[in-house]
């Protein structure tokens, strides 16, 4: 890693001397590309300002990261009301992320408008996110199946990666206890009307031992990335967008029923989008894929004798939006994906998939209406995806605005979450096998949200319902192999409660969420989730300094102990982060990731990540 970090040091004075004079922006917004703080493209796949948005949003800015005590992904997202994740231990151990309730797999994850996630195990791997590659993260909280697709029953989240205007250089060196290493350099040159941005992030740690009921050891990491975004005006209404990433690292890890703790991982991406704009109408044309391979073994083993999955989808959509009246906004939009399942290239003898691709093909429309008052919103999507019945979904939402910054609205949708390649089918062996009969998960949710201003103190509150059919577990049949069957169903009941004030010359925020989360079938909670959750965070910049502190609380939840389930504690983390200015190019950053050391857990057995430093140089030209 010292020779990753000494690489990336030597190549930002090499950059430096690449960089030219900044074009002026030009352009649309629309597509996700150069987007303004209060805009936001998720919600309905073209650009919208947030205030019109009639679903809880959260926007995360580079400023916010770069500040903020989160030192992954996962601890950002989970710095949002209503977002609670379950770890297998620190940052690159398995991460599932529940929004609003629903399970793992039921929040969508983009990356600049491609998803991204593993086709057999139908499930993002937020340790393989470079927080260093990420210029803002949207999140859309409640199903948005309409627009995207499979996944979004409790929200979506979606990645942009970082951009600079040409000229600019960025770099980052970061050490840490735990043998923390990282680094961090982008640099955007231009090209005519045009810009390309290239960050290159590397980052390792010694761990910790993240079982506390099985092998003692240091569970490390390390993660090297690459990405390179831009953009090329054609003309005044014609525009190309690129992107590539790619990522590889390794893992340690613990498993309590033995076998394999080393994982490999490699990952590609690459997405190329045409873009038209005249001011009335709006489409694009985009293209990619995504590739992820991962291999487990035994430290000290072959490889080969591992476990080997590799997952491609390839994705093409095309988007037509056209603005009927000031008022009135029409779109109408194609998905269509390829996803391939391989996992003999790098292994012996480990057996194939019976169907190893499948074909899926979406049309989708979109209208909103925004008069002063009134506002309307709602979406239509068909999916056909090969090997399950065929799914309709909608969002409906009515908004009435009173007062100056004050909106309450009423959302109704409809989501699914399609079965993986290993739902469907994982090949049999001594312990299990898939299913090829199995049905889509799908969710009906309805939500009635309030957003205001009262004694210059923003608030919002959120109270939604969500229920849940034909959720998918694995369950041993008559010889003890296990296999997924559609078996429960669920009930989700909450509600949000966010303040934000700048008070006595502090910017504060209190989040507090409440969560009733049922299976219907045994009336016990959905394990790992907490019913109260709760957070304050303060900060104030003074001339050179900027400060920042957060108190995060998570309550006690249900867990599984076989042969029943045990109740995990409630836990209370402090987080702080302070950085000093030197001038308008160098800057010191200290991040303190809970302070106090507190013992948690979050998933049974496996220990919560204990307390983190990291000393950050920064230097922005």
């Given at each position: 890693m010292k020779k990753n970090i000494l690489a990336l040091s030597v190549a930002s004075a090499l950059t430096s001397t690449l960089a030219v004079a900044a074009p002026a922006e030009s352009g649309s917004a629309k597509s996700g590309i150069s987007v303004d703080e209060t805009l936001v493209v998720t919600?309905?796949?073209?650009?919208?300002?947030?205030?019109?948005?009639?679903?809880?949003?959260?926007?995360?800015?580079?400023?916010?990261i770069d500040l903020s005590p989160a030192l992954s992904i996962a601890e950002l997202i989970n710095d949002v009301n209503g977002f609670q994740l379950s770890q297998n231990g620190g940052i690159a151990q398995t991460t599932g992320i529940f929004s609003r309730g629903t399970n793992a797999g039921h929040t969508l994850v983009i990356i600049d408008g491609q998803r991204i996630g593993s086709a057999t195990l139908g499930l993002v791997e937020f340790a393989n996110i470079s927080t260093d590659q990420i210029e803002r993260v949207e999140i859309i909280k409640g199903p948005r199946a309409s627009l995207w697709g499979s996944d979004a029953i409790g929200g979506v989240i979606q990645i942009f990666t970082r951009q600079l205007n040409a000229g600019e250089l960025a770099l980052d060196l970061s050490v840490g206890n735990q043998s923390q290493q990282q680094g961090s350099l982008s640099s955007a040159f231009a090209h005519g009307d045009g810009k390309t941005t290239i960050t290159l992030s590397a980052k390792s740690a010694e761990g910790y031992d993240v079982l506390d009921n099985a092998e003692p050891d240091d569970d490390g990491y390390h993660r090297e990335d690459i990405s390179i975004i831009g953009t090329q005006n054609i003309n005044p209404q014609w525009?190309?967008?690129?992107?590539?990433?790619?990522?590889?690292?390794?893992?340690?890890?613990?498993?309590?029923f033995g076998g394999n703790n080393k994982s490999e991982l490699e990952t590609k991406q690459w997405h190329l989008t045409a873009i038209q704009d005249t001011g009335l109408w709006y489409q694009q044309f985009s293209w990619g894929?995504?590739?992820?391979?991962?291999?487990?073994?035994?430290e000290g083993g072959n490889k080969k004798d591992g476990s080997f999955f590799e997952t491609k989808r390839l994705q093409a959509n095309w988007l037509g939006s056209y603005q009927v009246s000031q008022a009135l906004t029409t779109s109408v939009g194609?998905?269509?994906?390829?996803?391939?399942?391989?996992?003999?290239?790098?292994?012996?003898?480990?057996?194939?998939?019976?169907?190893?691709?499948?074909?899926?093909?979406?049309?989708?429309?979109?209208?909103?209406?925004?008069?002063?008052?009134?506002?309307?919103?709602?979406?239509?999507?068909y999916d056909d995806i090969e090997g399950i019945d065929n799914k309709f979904t909608y969002n409906a939402s009515a908004g009435l605005r009173f007062g100056d910054q004050s909106l309450i609205s009423i959302n109704l949708g409809r989501g699914f979450k399609e079965p993986s390649f290993n739902d469907l089918y994982y090949p049999e062996d001594a312990f299990s096998y898939g299913n090829p009969e199995l049905k889509a998960e799908t969710s009906n949710s309805a939500e009635i949200l309030l957003k205001t201003s009262v004694a210059d103190i923003q608030t919002e509150l959120s109270v939604y319902k969500t229920k849940i059919d034909d959720l998918i577990e694995w369950v041993p049949d008559e010889n003890f192999k296990y296999n997924p069957l559609n078996i429960h169903k669920a009930t989700i009941k909450g509600a949000e409660l966010n303040l934000t004030a700048d008070l006595f010359g502090f910017s504060q925020s209190l989040q507090l969420g409440y969560l009733d989360a049922v299976n219907d079938g045994t009336n016990k909670p959905l394990i790992r989730r907490a019913k109260h959750t709760a957070?304050?965070?303060?900060?104030r910049d003074f001339d050179n300094l900027n400060l920042l502190a957060s108190v995060n609380y998570q309550?006690?939840?249900?867990?599984?102990?076989w042969p029943s389930t045990t109740e995990l504690?409630?836990?209370?983390?402090?987080?702080?982060?302070?950085?000093?200015?030197?001038?308008?190019?160098?800057?010191?950053?200290?991040?303190?990731?809970?302070?106090?050391?507190?013992?948690?857990?979050?998933?049974?057995?496996?220990?919560?990540?204990?307390?983190?430093?990291?000393?950050?140089?920064?230097?922005?030209?």
């Open positions: 919600a309905s796949r073209i650009q919208q300002n947030s205030a019109d948005i009639l679903s809880s949003v959260k926007i995360i800015t580079r400023e916010e525009r190309v967008n690129w992107l590539a990433k790619y990522n590889q690292g390794q893992s340690d890890y613990d498993s309590a894929q995504q590739i992820d391979e991962s291999i487990d073994f035994i194609v998905d269509l994906t390829r996803e391939e399942v391989d996992t003999k290239k790098r292994a012996n003898n480990q057996p194939g998939y019976d169907k190893t691709e499948r074909d899926k093909k979406a049309l989708y429309g979109h209208i909103a209406y925004d008069e002063e008052t009134i506002l309307l919103d709602g979406a239509l999507r957070r304050y965070q303060i900060s309550g006690k939840r249900e867990d599984s102990e504690p409630s836990h209370t983390l402090v987080n702080l982060s302070a950085a000093y200015s030197f001038n308008s190019q160098w800057k010191l950053t200290l991040k303190a990731n809970n302070l106090f050391d507190r013992d948690y857990v979050t998933n049974n057995h496996y220990v919560g990540q204990p307390a983190q430093y990291l000393l950050t140089l920064n230097y922005r030209q």
